[in-house]
């Protein structure tokens, strides 16, 4: 039931499939060409195997993404029906994932790059935070890097702050992990799900630290230690890390204006 549409359908009568993008765990993505404009945008729709679920989570997104106006979130330009099957409809947005970048091309992260990936993301959480609404999925395969342009994408288990709603499964990797946990994910997945901003900040401080792990090399018959005895972080940084793990600003924009004088003090030149 999930097999990707083939190259060259067109969905609604308007977009031409280019490019199978990605499938996840209730939707499928893929590049597709808008014949009226010849531009390129990314088409969403619900994993058909997930049944009314899916339809539901994409309906979310759609209205989340709707009321969304930031230039590191993808434009939302609408909805499109094909055979009575609704799809998403969205800017598509060039660049790899930080994912990508460290799992296929072998990227590693210093401090201060890893600390403006964080900086650069804040701008778009505290935009959504702002509209009322936190993302809930902050991780590497949803980070999207372009030239200096760092943009959050896949808006599929945002809601509204405060909203409940059910606890769904994120995608994962072959062996059962979800990709960008930097530690036993089970815990770690619960918190990323709690529909308040700290949950974004706190999906923040594990991003920075899988960054950071890219490069580190365990010694020879060595325990298992924590990522504050393993990494080799300044100590203003091992405390702002802390800081997002353990919740201490309540929003994107007081975490923002911490890690612009940890910025400052290292005499970064930073712009917006």
Known sequence: MDYPLRHGLKWAGTYRIEQFVGMGSY?????????????????????????????????????????????????????AVHRNETALVMEFAEGDTVEQLIMERGKTYAQPEALRVVRELLRPLKSLHE??????DVRIPNVLVCGDLVRLIDFGLACRIGEQTRDERPEETKDGQPAGFADSWGPVKQRMRVPCPTSDLYGLGHLFLFMMYASYEPGENREERSWEEELALEPDVRAFVRGLLEHEWPSAAECERELDRILEGWNFVRSG
């Open 131 to 136: 509209a009322g609404y936190v993302h809930r």
């Open 27 to 79: 939707g499928q993505a893929y590049r597709r060409t808008d014949t009226a404009t010849g531009s390129a945008v990314l088409l969403k729709r619900a994993k058909p195997s997930k049944g009314e679920v899916a339809r539901r989570m994409l309906e979310r997104e759609s209205e989340t993404m709707r009321r969304l106006v930031h230039p590191q979130i993808p434009k939302w330009l609408g909805e």
